[in-house]
């Protein structure tokens, strides 16, 4: 980097999924008006992919450098002094130490001030929003669930297409006039398996990254439109309030107004 805020050109630190996980949380947390990137869920399905395996471990790796990228990239993120902390400090668990207690009291402030209080009407802008995202989650959710179920049944296929084709490559070793065409065959049935193998593949690693990285966004949008609720609420809350505070104390100057007139 060539930026003036950086002592170095480069750097080169060792970080784990929970250091990333923090990162994020600080963004959101000093810059709620703004849409952060999301990371890359920390489990996967069960039977789609080990997360022990290399194949895991670089797609994950992938994922992060992405998501990195996206906050440099970011006019106001990239600026974000917690973003220079995690590039830069040799001791990341120190500064994550820093602030929890301050932002414990700060969620514990806001939650008196808006709890149990209800909006009185989100704006129709907002709400218009939150509608499409709702029916936007369930379209890709049903598409993710058909997706994973074509992926399981391809590789079913695929361990079935790999046992025939050396099955009908032995048989022709028996036979005489039917060997060409059974060897024909067993090349067909391996080239179709070699075929399946690639797209099976590109779903996995290209598809469904990408379908879940949808899912993701949108509820990092649904989180930051949860947070503007919040400070309406907070705001209409403080209204209600004022106008209560009002209400008491010129009932208070009626009620000294009566009785200084009763003599």
């Known amino acids: 980097t060539t930026r003036t805020e950086f002592d170095l050109p480069e750097y080169s630190l060792r970080r784990r999924y929970q250091d990333f996980d923090w990162l994020r949380n600080k963004l959101e947390e000093s810059q709620p008006t703004h849409l952060v990137p999301p990371l890359p869920e920390k489990f996967v399905m069960k039977g789609v992919v080990d997360r022990f395996s290399e194949e895991f471990v670089e797609t994950r790796r992938k994922a992060l450098d992405k998501f990195l990228k996206r906050v440099a990239d970011h006019p106001v993120l990239s600026f974000n002094e917690n973003f220079n902390v995690f590039l830069t400090a040799k001791d990341l668990n120190s500064y994550k130490k820093q602030g929890l ?76 006039e039917l060997q060409k ?61 004022i106008v209560v505070r009002k209400e008491e104390k010129i009932g208070d100057n009626v009620t000294g107004n009566d009785n200084w007139e009763a003599p």
């Open 101 to 176: 207690a301050l932002l414990t009291k700060m969620s514990e402030s806001v939650k008196n001030v808006t709890g149990g209080y209800k909006l009185r009407s989100r704006p129709l802008e907002f709400a218009a929003m939150l509608d499409y995202l709702d029916v936007f989650t369930q379209k890709l959710g049903t598409i993710d669930r058909i997706a994973q179920r074509i992926i399981k049944e391809q590789s079913e296929y695929l361990m079935e297409l790999r046992d025939y084709g050396p099955l009908y490559s032995s048989w022709a070793a028996f036979e005489g």
């Open 181 to 241: 065409p059974l060897k024909s065959v067993s090349e067909c049935v391996t080239s179709c398996a070699t075929a399946l193998e690639e797209l099976t593949d590109d779903m996995s690693e290209d598809f469904l990254p990408v379908l879940r990285e949808y899912v993701l966004y949108i509820e990092s949008m649904k989180n930051v439109l949860k947070k503007r609720d919040q400070v309406q609420a907070e705001y209409e809350a403080k209204l209600e309030a």
